[in-house]
């Protein structure tokens, strides 16, 4: 994307990205949120424009490591008690809403 990002960033692109992301946006707001995405976009093209050969990835910046425990199960419920308090079922199953396409979110 270029420098003028705002221009190629279009009103139906931030529809889509509000539609994926479930959101109603006004047209006012369309625009708003047109300008707003467009300047994030420009500035993470400035940061893929930077120089950073002999830089070392930084992957914590307090220089500790995390924890790597080993992958243990915890406690867990029975099927039976997680039956009773799942909002729907089929047994040995709990029923989940849709969430691809137009499934209306988790």
Not at 85 to 103: L, T, Y
């Given at each position: 994307?270029?420098?003028?990002?705002?221009?190629?960033?279009?009103?139906?692109?931030?529809?889509?990205?509000?539609?994926?992301?479930?959101?109603?946006?006004?047209?006012?707001?369309?625009?708003?949120?047109?300008?707003?995405?467009?300047?994030?976009?420009?500035?993470?093209?400035?940061?893929?424009?930077?120089?950073?050969?002999?830089?070392?990835?930084?992957?914590?910046?307090?220089?500790?490591?995390?924890?790597?425990?080993?992958d243990v199960?915890?406690p867990t419920?029975?099927?039976?008690?997680?039956?009773?308090?799942?909002?729907?079922?089929?047994?040995?199953?709990?029923?989940?809403?849709?969430?691809?396409?137009?499934?209306?979110?988790?």
């Open positions: 994307m270029s420098a003028d990002a705002e221009k190629t960033l279009s009103a139906e692109y931030v529809r889509k990205v509000a539609a994926l992301s479930r959101l109603a946006l006004t047209d006012a707001q369309v625009e708003q949120y047109r300008g707003q995405l467009s300047g994030v976009l420009g500035y993470v093209q400035r940061l893929r424009e930077l120089n950073l050969d002999g830089v070392e990835p930084l992957a914590n910046v307090g220089g500790e490591t995390n924890r790597l425990d080993d199960p915890g419920l029975s099927n039976e008690a997680l039956m009773k308090i799942a909002p729907e079922s089929m047994p040995p199953f709990v029923k989940v809403p849709k969430v691809f396409g137009d499934g209306g979110g988790a």
